[in-house]
């Protein structure tokens, strides 16, 4: 059972055009979500996060927007770069009796940007 | 970059051989993760401590143990490697005491087992 989904294995983009990556998360105890980008054989980094009392999150080209309502979280690079090329992870968290919960990781989206 | 250091990088090893992979952390941090990745199935977590000889199973612990004696080093050992355990391990650190849930990876150790 799938708690966080990236439903798209992969996308494709022209270099500065918008890249959108999407995420879908099933339990709504979930209050912290992030986004790591991994380049191959290199361990995940850490991109951007956002907590479930915001709506938006902006660093830099980078931007994470949350719907609680929708259960749905987006990642927006603008404009996209050759060296955003990478897969992207979505992950999920939630604090539970006064500690921290493991973070829950999406299978990922790998991202093309074309020059 | 996050002090965490994974050895070895790369490892070959054959069925039912054991194996121990070391992960070992400059941070101190309080938080250390083992996660293995492969593909279709994103990053899933095996084991993960909360503090030395403090441990825990995650999603996929199956046929893995875990050791922490200290707090910069989490070892992952694989009793009895199979096929199935070929895979790439992360190490992960997080700390604690924070808001947020960040967690900093390591580079990561290539498993083959034939």
């Known amino acids: 059972d799938q708690q966080v989904k990236q439903n798209s294995p992969s996308l494709s983009v022209q270099e500065g055009r918008i890249s959108i990556l999407n995420c879908d998360y099933t339990?709504?105890?979930?209050?912290?979500f992030l986004w790591y980008k991994k380049y191959p054989a290199e361990g995940p980094t850490f991109l951007i996060s956002?907590?479930?009392?915001?709506d938006k999150n902006e660093d830099g080209r980078f931007t994470v927007f949350l719907n609680k309502s929708a259960k749905h979280l987006s990642l927006h690079i603008v404009p996209s770069q050759p060296g955003d090329s990478a897969v992207y992870f979505c992950?999920?968290?939630?604090?539970?009796?006064?500690?921290?919960?493991?973070?829950?990781f999406g299978k990922g989206t790998k991202l093309s940007v074309k020059p | 970059d996050a002090g965490i250091t994974q050895s070895p990088r790369h490892k070959v090893t054959e069925t039912g051989t054991p194996v121990t992979l070391r992960c070992h952390q400059t941070?101190?941090?309080?938080?250390m993760y083992w996660y293995r990745q492969d593909p279709g199935h994103g990053l899933r977590l095996i084991h993960y401590?909360?503090?030395?000889?403090?441990?825990d199973k995650g999603e996929v612990s199956d046929g893995y143990s875990v050791s922490r004696s200290k707090t910069e080093d989490f070892l992952l050992t694989l009793e009895s490697a199979t096929s199935s355990q070929t895979s790439v391990y992360f190490c992960?650190?997080?700390?604690?005491?924070?808001?947020?849930?960040?967690?900093?990876f390591g580079p990561g150790t290539r498993l083959t087992v034939t």
């Open positions: 992950a999920a968290s939630a604090y539970y009796g006064g500690s921290q919960g493991n973070l829950i």
């Open positions: 339990n709504s105890m979930f209050d912290y």
């Open positions: 956002i907590s479930s009392i915001k």
């Open positions: 941070e101190n941090h309080r938080y």
């Open positions: 401590s909360y503090g030395v000889k403090d441990t």
């Open positions: 992960a650190i997080g700390a604690s005491g924070t808001s947020s849930y960040e967690q900093y």
